[in-house]
């Protein structure tokens, strides 16, 4: 995988041209400028389509071809006369190409036993714009683009700290992607910045395409439906995460940034919750906690009900299901089975569709296909009542893994409890919480701050305690700066 | 996995509550109405008294052996062979009370939930379930029972106060109108329910602030007393003494009884018998982890997850053994009893005489 | 890891037992039982050897009627009126008749939405089938120990299949009955719990009883009936069960009168307080029972003397005299005719005066038919309505 490029930068230009033509032989989109700066001769290689022409011409051309001749030394050319502003030498041929493939400018110069790179990058970018998946309805509306730097920006505009560090790194052997990790040096937890280096380090890989890749490629346990990271487009949440001691990990080409470590407390988290008053952001976070939590056992709750202990709900509950189910062909377990499916099978259909036909689908899938389905008697109107109640709860939660996570625990509960009714659904939370609490983020305890609580960290996970009394950062985390105001 | 796991002040307060709180809640104010009618409150206080004197013992025995584990200290004070033996033993034991456990909770969950479900498919699942959870090591049980401490006793509580409109507390009268001798027959029935402590022989070495021993486990044991008072206390308000001498579940039957009118859930027994799973696990998971835990260290094997594997069949034979729940009662009469009162009681009091007698008891070995 | 995933999941095909889909399921609401034909033959059960097989004996000794609303009646979009379906079946015990019955009905009999139990005078005569039958409903698990449980005077059959004409069923009818028990004081509701709580103490307890008006077609309550020993004793009339409730102090509403000139002042009570003292004197025993009574004037009539504060306390004290005559009649009725303490002497002695107690329990009726017990009602009338 590994590729073969000659390190050595030659001393007369057109060694160095030919050289390249022969590397990159085939591609069409390599430009080529032969020119004299007084009279040594220069040229200069680039990539039409990433790199800035606009500042070649004016910036470098122009100025060194009309001032190229008061110039005698050959190394006061960068200096003196080249009126860039991002300009470096390397001295090795692999620098040099890499940068020119990521859109950056090769100019040898006669003479020099090195070669510079202009920094020339510019490509046709998304402008800044709200994330769709992360809408929130207090808080900055930009959201991170596809370009590394823009998105690094963005952060910096919240976080202008001294200690704040961007330390970069480059993955995949073929894309030489840009990674960068951003924290804060006295409050991240040292040894999870240790632990995500090295695992950092020992991907080897031939491309990374998006923050996806990384993040399967460090986490924790891949065997989990459990995110054991947070990715968010929002630069306000990685500052955010970044505050509290956490490391956010920026890749290129994709717009999702990744946090890490992330507990199960902070996938339930969003900017709202802080930017409004506390009263408020406490109900709602509530109402999450309730909706995820119904979202989960209804339809398991139905099946177990119906066809084993009916003596829980009241009377005149338990005789309308038994009417309403009269002459329904599948027993309750069969029924929300089907029901789960068609859910899935929508809910993939909808994403895939192109948005004009994708909203019509909706109502029409929903409701309509649901309607004919009670009238021709195939599923008891409760059952759609309840599968509509599921779909809405579990949407309630800002960070979509977490509720395509919790779809497949639901199925596994409806499965047992089809088995053994209310003791298969308990069995099936249990297991779902032994899971969880075996489950770690790069050291962390997954369910952190509810396992090995400290009273102080309870005041940002049922409930959103009022501002001023967020004194110090959450203990948890083992940051060490633990003051976060006084 | 981190080897340097410390166990927080709260896990330890939690693990205690959990592992000792069990099954034995449901059926335990129907014994001691049988004896001493009104006054089990006072017995309960006893066996509260009692157990923590026990638990002052153990904290002694592993203060002095520095803090090892439990099969560390046995055969440091007896010599390999027979400390091997001793731990065993211990083993042993918690493999009959787990039996005890399981087949007790299987029988119930038959009577409430599942009518005809077989048993031995409900012990195989209990039991996979556990081997699910030990696989996760030391820090998860504690993290489990953390959090499970929560989920058990808030919801009681509120079950409690639902219960309130039903009780007649006039019914805790008369006061300590019976014979001494009653009191003293009824003392074993504290046994059953104190029973589970001894959990914190595997977890106090991991403690991290050691100093705080003594008051996490004063504090674990008032509240599992306080609890137990308060529930044979509303079994009394709400049956009277007689019918709690008749009912063999008398918890349970009390938290069926609760009607709330124009309430979306009419019955609760099926709510309180999902609390009740809990109560099992936590109590079970704990056992079966110590057991586990000696056996790997009696047998110097590599990891605690081969050792379960030896343990299992012989839980899911002892479990079968028993015909029906009468029987079941009979095995955990005075032989067991007086198997367990050996075993978390005199076994360490002996060793810790022993360690003081022999001047060398201190040297053991701390934790792996 | 894998291999325990793989052990569930084999165990998990093996099979569901205990699924039953909740349209096969028959939610009993009503169960009645009556004496059946052969009970009078008991003795001819105490023949039969244990170790011989006996399953084929038909021997009729009770009665039971099962009933369940018609499910397909209650559709969601077709209205409430649930016709009953009955079933009745002659058996030896309880759970013979629910064997005897699944052979009749297609669906599974489930006991977990029971509301009323219906016992007839005549099963009641029985004690030693009536312990069956107590014993039956204590160890059941299923068994929905809030439902209300009536003795009927005559056939229970009837009772079940009777059709009330504001509800749609018996049970609605006599749940709504005992609800009313906010309101009429002559109404006292018995669920299976107190029941079997008071029946395990001593053998006593009290139920309320029902009567079919076969005229006009209504069924009433009448009162209470008095068990003692497992058997029935006797009956209270509506009046009497209203001092007894509020002996107990237990009453939550009702209504007693008294008359001026004729005229009756109707005075609702609102509160019910009451307390028990004891003496003894030569080894025998002094009860006073202390009722503290809030009442509410509710009807008068015009022209008649305004309703002064003398007044008032004027018909207060004829209020209490009364009140307490009557109380006094009825616990003589109990002393005497039932020897049945209904109203909680017996507990009292045994929560406050325990010593007393170990002695004079083993000769509690004597004692309690020989106890002198004084009753004293200390009314206060707290609004008059509206108008003077």
């Not at chain 2, 001793?86 to 009518?115: D, K, N, P, Q, W």
């Not at chain 2, 053994?321 to 360490?348: H, K, W």
């Not at chain 3, 005992?178 to 109404?187: A, F, G, K, L, Y």
């Amino acid at each position: 995988m590994k590729e073969c490029i000659n390190d050595q930068i030659y001393l007369k230009t057109e060694e160095n041209v030919a050289y390249l033509k022969e590397l990159l032989t085939n591609n069409s989109d390599v430009v080529f400028r032969n020119f004299f700066i007084g009279k040594y001769s220069c040229a200069l290689v680039y990539i039409d389509g990433m790199g800035d022409k606009i500042l070649l011409d004016d910036y470098v051309l122009q100025t060194v071809m009309l001032r190229g001749k008061y110039i005698s030394d050959v190394n006061q050319i960068k200096d003196k006369l080249l009126t860039v502003s991002d300009i470096k030498e390397v001295k090795k041929m692999s620098e040099g190409i890499k940068s020119v493939l990521s859109g950056d400018t090769f100019m040898f110069v006669e003479g020099l036993d090195g070669a510079y790179v202009i920094a020339t990058r510019l490509w046709p970018a998304r402008g800044v714009s709200e994330p769709s998946g992360e809408t929130v309805i207090r808080g900055g509306r930009d959201g991170f683009t596809e370009t590394i730097r823009f998105n690094t920006a963005l952060v910096r505009r919240r976080i202008r700290d001294t200690r704040f560090k961007v330390v970069s790194r480059s993955l995949g052997v073929r894309s030489k992607t840009d990674v960068v990790f951003m924290y804060i040096d006295d409050i991240v937890n040292k040894e999870v910045l240790q632990e995500m280096t090295e695992r950092i380090d020992k991907i080897n890989i031939d491309a990374i395409l998006d923050s996806g890749y990384v993040e399967q490629l460090i986490e924790d346990n891949n065997m989990s439906p459990f995110p054991q990271t947070e990715n968010t487009e929002r630069p306000d949440v990685v500052a955010a995460a970044i505050y509290e001691g956490r490391i956010a990990i920026l890749v290129d080409n994709s717009p999702f940034a990744i946090i890490v470590p992330a507990t199960l407390p902070n996938l339930f988290q969003s900017p709202d919750d802080y930017n409004q008053r506390w009263i408020f952001s406490s109900v709602v976070r509530f109402i999450r906690l309730i909706s995820i939590f119904i979202s989960l056992i209804l339809p398991s709750l139905y099946v177990a009900v119906t066809s084993f202990n009916t003596s829980i709900i009241p009377t005149k509950l338990a005789y309308f299901i038994a009417a309403s189910r009269e002459g329904v062909p599948f027993p309750a377990f069969v029924e929300a089975i089907i029901m789960e499916i068609s859910l899935a099978f929508l809910l993939e259909s909808v994403v895939r569709l192109p948005k004009p036909i994708g909203a019509t689908i909706g109502i029409v899938g929903g409701l309509i296909i649901g309607q004919a389905a009670v009238s021709a008697g195939v599923v008891s109107p409760i059952m759609i009542i309840i599968v509509s109640i599921t779909a809405i709860t579990s949407f309630t939660t800002p960070n979509y893994e977490i509720t395509s996570a919790f779809r497949l625990v639901r199925f596994i509960l409806i499965i047992l409890s089809s088995i053994l009714g209310l003791y298969g659904i308990m069995i099936g939370l249990i297991l779902l919480l032994v899971h969880l609490c075996k489950l770690k983020s790069f050291g962390i305890p997954y369910l952190s701050p509810l396992v090995n609580p400290n009273l102080d960290d309870f005041k940002d996970v049922l409930i959103r305690a009022p501002l001023n009394l967020f004194k110090s950062r959450p203990k948890y985390m083992g940051t060490s700066d633990k003051i976060r105001q006084r | 996995m981190n080897n340097k796991y410390a166990v927080s002040t709260f896990g330890v307060f939690a693990s205690i509550i959990v592992a000792t709180v069990g099954i034995g809640t449901f059926s335990y104010p129907n014994e001691l109405s049988q004896f001493v009618g009104t006054d089990g409150w006072f017995v309960i206080i006893i066996g509260g008294a009692v157990s923590y004197g026990i638990i002052l013992i153990l904290i002694k025995l592993l203060q002095k052996n520095n803090w090892s584990n439990f099969t560390l200290i046995l055969k440091n004070n007896y010599g390999n062979f027979v400390g091997s033996i001793f731990a065993l033993s211990f083993a042993i034991y918690c493999i009959f009370s787990m039996a005890i456990g399981i087949r007790t909770f299987v029988e119930v969950m038959r009577m409430y939930l599942l009518e005809k479900t077989p048993t031995e498919f409900l012990i195989v699942i209990t039991l996979l379930i556990g081997v699910y959870i030990i696989r996760g090591g030391l820090d998860t049980i504690i993290r489990f029972n953390e959090i499970a401490f929560w989920l058990m006793f808030i919801p009681i509580i509120v079950v409690l106060f639902l219960l309130l409109n039903n009780s007649d507390f006039t019914n805790l009268f008369p006061i300590m109108s019976n014979k001494p001798i009653e009191y003293i027959k009824s003392l074993p029935v504290n046994i059953y329910i104190f029973k589970g402590f001894e959990i914190l022989l595997l977890i106090l070495p991991f403690m991290k602030v050691k100093s705080r021993v003594k008051k996490a486990t004063f504090c674990s044991i008032t509240f599992i007393m306080v609890f137990y008072v308060l529930i044979f206390i509303f079994t009394l308000a709400v049956f009277t003494k007689y019918q709690n001498s008749v009912l063999l579940w008398p918890t349970i039957t009390m938290i069926k009884s609760i009607n709330i009118p124009g309430s979306f859930i009419e019955r609760w027994d099926g709510i309180v018998m999902t609390m009740w799973i809990l109560f099992y696990f936590t109590t079970f998971i704990n056992s079966f982890y110590f057991s586990s835990d000696i056996i790997k260290n009696v047998f110097n094997l590599k990891e605690t997850k081969l050792s379960y594997i030896v343990i299992l069949p012989f839980i899911y034979l002892a479990a079968l053994y028993p015909e029906n729940l009468l029987e079941l009662n009979d095995f955990r009469g005075v032989f067991f009893q007086s198997f367990t009162m050996i075993m978390i009681a005199l076994l360490p009091l002996i060793t810790l005489i022993k360690g003081f007698m022999s001047k060398a008891g201190g040297g053991g070995i701390s934790n792996n | 890891m894998i291999v325990s995933m793989f052990m569930v999941i084999c165990t998990i095909f093996t099979g569901c037992w205990d699924k039953v889909e909740i349209d096969k399921r028959s939610f009993i609401s009503t169960i009645g039982i009556d004496a059946g034909e052969n009970i009078g033959d008991i003795d001819k059960l105490k023949k039969l050897k244990e170790d011989k097989s006996n399953n084929e004996i038909d021997f009729k000794k009770i009665s039971v009627t099962y009933g369940a609303p018609d499910i397909s009646k209650l559709g969601p979009q077709k209205s409430a009126a649930s016709q009953d379906l009955y079933l009745t079946t002659d058996a030896i015990t309880m759970e013979d008749a629910v064997d005897k019955a699944s052979a009749k009905i297609s669906r599974d009999i489930n006991y977990g939405h029971i509301k009323l139990l219906i016992l007839s005078d005549g099963v009641m005569g029985y004690p030693d089938t009536f312990k069956e039958i107590v014993d039956y409903f204590q160890r059941q698990s299923s068994i929905n120990r809030m439902m209300y449980v009536v003795l009927a005077e005559g056939n229970a059959e009837e009772y079940v299949k009777f059709k009330p004409s504001m509800e749609q069923n018996i049970e609605t009818y006599i749940s709504g009955l005992m609800q009313n028990s906010d309101r009429n004081s002559t109404i006292l509701p018995v669920t299976l719990n107190e029941l079997l709580i008071h029946l395990s103490e001593n053998g006593n307890a009290i139920i309320p009883s029902l009567k079919y008006d076969k005229d006009k077609n209504e069924v009433i309550l009448t009162g209470v009936a008095l068990i003692k020993d497992y058997k029935l004793k006797g009956y209270l009339s509506q009046n009497e069960t209203s001092d007894i409730e509020m002996l107990r102090g237990k009453l939550k509403g009702g209504k007693k009168s008294v008359y001026v000139d004729g005229h009756p002042i109707d005075i609702s009570i609102e509160n019910v307080r009451k307390k028990i003292t004891m003496s003894t004197l030569n080894d025998k025993l002094f009860f006073n029972i202390d009722v503290f009574i809030e009442g509410q004037i509710k009807g008068y009539y015009i022209g008649g003397k305004p309703l002064t504060n003398e007044y008032i306390s004027t018909i207060e004290g004829n209020f209490n005299k009364s009140i307490e005559d009557e109380c006094e009649e009825v616990i003589k009725i109990t002393q005497n005719t039932f020897s049945i303490d209904p109203i909680g002497f017996r507990e009292y002695l045994e929560k406050y005066h325990p010593s007393i107690w170990k002695k004079k329990k083993a000769t509690w009726e004597e004692t309690y038919k020989n106890c002198i017990i004084n009753v004293n009602v200390h009314t206060k009338i707290r609004r008059i309505g509206i108008s003077k």
